[in-house]
């Protein structure tokens, strides 16, 4: 199921890169800068209640 990460502020989408060891680090948008992403997913089925 392909995954990716697309950019809560400018809408960027991108592969969910490496992170850096490094305190006070992580992922940023390469874009923006911002932090916030959110996760997408391909091929979902929605499953309704029986």
Known sequence: MP???????CGLEGTIPERDVVPGGGTRCPSCG????????A??????DP
Do not use: A, G, K, Q
């Open 3 to 9: 995954v990716w990460i697309e950019c809560d502020d």
């Open 43 to 48: 091929e979902l089925d929605w499953h309704p």
């Open 34 to 41: 911002e932090r916030t992403f959110s996760v997408r997913r």
